[in-house]
């Protein structure tokens, strides 16, 4: 949007953006944005992560989280999460393992690294 959008125009589009509370982030406008995840800072990422592991586990975001927490990890984009943050992520990649979604698919196989890998070491 930035490269086809006046300044002031994504000034104006972005004044709609949820800023303050996670639980208002809908899963449609999580769903229209997904590809924004990649974009994220590391407090981006702690603000826009609950919302997208809350409407999966409810069954209206329609990407997988949990492929999204592998690609391109790099952990200095998690160092703003405390142990009780970390520890949400590391539940809901062990309620993703249980979920039929991810079963049997490369999302199961790409949730099992990370846990034994990434989560195992943050």
């Given at each position: 949007?930035d490269?086809?959008?006046?300044?002031?125009?994504?000034?104006?589009?972005?004044?709609?953006?949820?800023?303050?509370?996670?639980?208002?982030?809908?899963?449609?406008?999580?769903?229209?944005?997904?590809?924004?995840?990649?974009?994220?800072?590391?407090?981006?990422?702690?603000?826009?992560?609950?919302?997208?592991?809350?409407?999966?586990?409810?069954?209206?975001?329609?990407?997988?989280?949990?492929?999204?927490?592998?690609?391109?990890?790099?952990?200095?984009?998690?160092?703003?999460?405390?142990?009780?943050?970390?520890?949400?992520?590391?539940?809901?990649?062990?309620?993703?393992?249980?979920?039929?979604?991810?079963?049997?698919?490369?999302?199961?196989?790409?949730?099992?690294?990370?846990?034994?890998g990434?989560?195992?070491?943050?």
């Amino acid at each position: 949007m930035d490269d086809w959008k006046s300044e002031e125009e994504c000034l104006a589009i972005r004044q709609d953006d949820e800023k303050l509370d996670w639980q208002n982030i809908s899963a449609a406008d999580l769903n229209r944005c997904f590809s924004s995840y990649s974009y994220l800072d590391a407090e981006g990422l702690r603000f826009y992560l609950p919302a997208m592991m809350t409407h999966e586990i409810i069954g209206d975001y329609l990407h997988a989280v949990g492929d999204r927490l592998s690609s391109d990890f790099r952990a200095d984009r998690y160092h703003f999460l405390n142990s009780e943050q970390r520890n949400a992520i590391i539940w809901f990649l062990n309620w993703c393992l249980l979920n039929e979604d991810y079963t049997g698919t490369s999302s199961e196989v790409i949730v099992e690294c990370l846990l034994n890998g990434h989560w195992k070491e943050i």
